[in-house]
């Protein structure tokens, strides 16, 4: 299984080191092929060696250095030796407002950088209460202008009705959803949205869900390795 972290806006550098600290003492414990990733804030980066966490940005522009006022590029992060990053998620399309074409240049330009990408996707209630034709529909059109044959390269199918709500989609809904998007795009598939440790037992028995991407039940190390070792 995979397990990714996501801080979003919480944890300073002091915290996340701290976190990072308590987390890798107990990674010994999961299984040999659980992969386990950390996206804290842009500010939060560091120096941090571990060969159990993969340390990732939740955003960067497509662009090496330049003037993009806010923003930071591959020269900034290529500081801190990181070569993987978050693109899509329903925060940045929503509340930032990018577009799929932005996305999309995103994706091309750190893909062209062999980075490894974990692509969101996710409908919103009103497309979720059209059926499962209309959430495939829309699922697949979050790949406009994504090279899907890009080898390294995962999906985090993330129903945006599920994410900090507390409400999580059913066995059922992840199970139709995760074999609809499987036929599309072999690749691995996450499941986030208000994954915690009452319901992660249930989610990561289903039949492609390859990982999970979690939000508020990973800002605790305790609580996200909760979910690590008792899955
Ligand atoms: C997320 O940040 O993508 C997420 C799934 O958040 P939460 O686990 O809090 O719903």
């Given at each position: 299984m995979i397990y990714i972290a996501n801080f979003k806006t919480n944890h300073t550098r002091e915290t996340t080191r701290e976190y990072l600290t308590k987390l890798q003492l107990q990674l010994?414990?999961?299984?040999?092929n659980d992969k386990v990733y950390v996206f804290p804030?842009?500010?939060?980066?560091?120096?941090y060696q571990s060969s159990d966490v993969t340390i990732g940005v939740q955003n960067a522009y497509p662009?090496?250095?330049?003037?993009?006022?806010?923003e930071v590029g591959l020269e900034q992060i290529a500081e801190f030796n990181i070569k993987t990053i978050l693109i899509g998620h329903s925060e940045r399309r929503e509340?930032?407002?990018?577009t799929q074409k932005k996305i999309a240049e995103k994706f091309n330009f750190f893909k062209e950088q062999d980075f490894e990408i974990i692509y969101c996707i996710g409908e919103s209630l009103e497309i979720r209460e059209k059926g499962v034709d209309a959430v495939i529909e829309h699922l697949v059109s979050?790949?406009?202008?994504?090279?899907?044959?890009?080898?390294n390269f995962m999906i985090a199918y993330e129903p945006i009705w599920a994410i900090g709500t507390g409400r999580t989609a059913s066995v059922e809904e992840i199970t139709q959803t995760h074999n609809a998007l499987k036929k599309v795009v072999d690749k691995p598939i996450l499941y986030g949205g208000s994954v915690n440790s009452s319901n992660i037992k249930e989610i990561a028995q289903i039949?492609?869900?390859?990982g999970v991407l979690v939000g508020g039940a990973s800002l605790k190390t305790d609580t996200f390795l909760e979910l690590i070792l008792h899955s």
């Open positions: 010994f414990k999961k299984r040999p804030p842009l500010t939060a980066l560091d120096d662009i090496k250095n330049g003037a993009v006022t806010g509340i930032l407002g990018e979050q790949f406009e202008g994504i090279d899907t044959s890009y080898e039949e492609n869900v390859d």
